[in-house]
């Protein structure tokens, strides 16, 4: 272990700083989470740690215009992990083939990826929203 120090000319300590951020890193990599509720207030969206991604959302059934459940088609929609918000659409996504797509009323779009596209259509087609 002391060659590798001696031929690369970092010192110990920088070694250190470059496998201390590395396993931070992978350790909020690991820690990500995004949960979606469906309940009678609303769909409440909450993407862990909020340290980066702010507090929990709540959208309200009365602002919303539509909702539909439908599979993630391309590259470009499945690849790009976290959250994304653009001028009217707003995407949280962290894997899955499926994605919550919720139309409101002021004209804003907001999609949010789920494992579980199958379950949610089924729940949609027993129960109205209230």
Not at 71 to 84: A, D, I, P, Q
Not at 111 to 123: A, K, Q, Y
């Amino acid at each position: 272990m002391v060659m590798i120090f001696a031929f690369t000319g970092v010192p110990w300590w920088g070694h250190l700083i470059v496998f201390g951020a590395s396993a931070l890193t992978a350790y909020f990599l690991y820690k990500i989470r995004l949960y979606t509720k469906l309940d009678r207030e609303g769909i409440l969206i909450d993407m862990q740690p909020s340290l980066f991604y702010g507090k929990q959302r709540m959208i309200l059934w009365r602002d919303i215009e539509s909702l539909t459940v439908r599979k993630l088609s391309g590259f470009m929609e499945t690849s790009n992990y976290g959250k994304h918000a653009g001028k009217n659409k707003t995407v949280y996504h962290l894997g899955g083939n499926s994605a919550i797509e919720v139309t409101m009323r002021d004209g804003g779009q907001i999609v949010i990826g789920t494992r579980r596209g199958n379950e949610l259509i089924e729940m949609m087609q027993k129960k109205e929203r209230p």
